[in-house]
């Protein structure tokens, strides 16, 4: 069935990187961009940006641009969202979820959630 | 970049009542980029409407969407003790923005 199987849950130190990971399965990996948000405890899901797999292609959101980066490989159709100098209100499960460039979201990762502590 | 405001924050119904959620915009939406979630504890968003008032796959017929401009509405005709969740409301903005509601707990009362 299609499916997004997310990375296992990490823990970081501030200032650290984190780098999930996110493989598809079930249908066309270059056919659909992917999405990347987050939710902290008690927030509102964020969207973060998204890559096409097809060209490698992005966008992030202003929010993060500089310190996300989301790349992917092809081979095993898995795409990658690094987050970089890591603060505590970082903390939060982050999703991948296939859509398009523009509209919803029809399937989600399992989250993995990202703890930032000193 | 639009804000979506949900109302209630906390619905408390019963099995078998009807359910109307209330997602409003502070800028014009294009009807075609509302969607709307559901989310249990321990799980991802699942998405229930698309275009403001499509089914998505697998979705009940007791689940409808309706709205434009402004104004959405999720309505669960009948509630199944299954629906008892969180639900969100998402819309798409030009250029790639993407922003959520705050969410509606939804209770068993």
């Known amino acids: 069935q299609v499916q997004l199987v997310q990375s296992g849950a990490e823990v970081k130190k501030p200032g650290a990187s984190v780098k999930v990971s996110c493989k598809a399965s079930?249908?066309?990996?270059?056919?659909?961009?992917i999405h990347w948000m987050r939710q902290a405890p008690g927030q509102r899901l964020e969207w973060m940006g998204w890559?096409?797999?097809?060209?490698?292609?992005?966008i992030y959101a202003q929010k993060f641009q500089g310190r996300v980066t989301m790349t992917r490989d092809t081979s095993i159709s898995t795409v990658y969202m690094e987050l970089s100098r890591l603060r505590s209100d970082d903390t939060a499960v982050y999703y991948c979820?296939?859509?398009?460039?523009?509209?919803?979201?029809?399937?989600w990762g399992q989250g993995t959630l990202v703890t930032v502590s000193s | 970049e639009s804000v979506l405001t949900q109302t209630p924050g906390t619905l408390s119904l019963s099995p078998g009542e009807r359910a109307t959620l209330s997602c409003r915009a502070s800028?014009?939406?294009?009807?075609?980029?509302l969607a709307w979630y559901q989310q249990k504890p321990g799980q991802a968003p699942r998405l229930l409407i698309y275009?403001?008032?499509t089914r998505a796959t697998g979705i009940p017929d007791r689940f409808s969407g309706s709205g434009s401009g402004t104004d959405f509405t999720l309505t669960i005709s009948r509630l199944e003790p299954e629906d008892f969740a969180v639900y969100y409301c998402?819309?798409?903005?030009?250029?790639?923005?993407?922003?959520f509601g705050q969410g509606t707990k939804l209770e068993i009362k």
């Open positions: 275009g403001a008032s």
């Open positions: 079930g249908y066309t990996f270059t056919a659909y961009y």
């Open positions: 890559i096409n797999p097809n060209s490698g292609g992005t």
């Open positions: 979820a296939r859509g398009p460039a523009s509209g919803d979201f029809d399937i």
């Open positions: 998402q819309q798409y903005g030009r250029p790639y923005t993407y922003t």
């Open positions: 800028q014009s939406v294009s009807g075609s980029y």
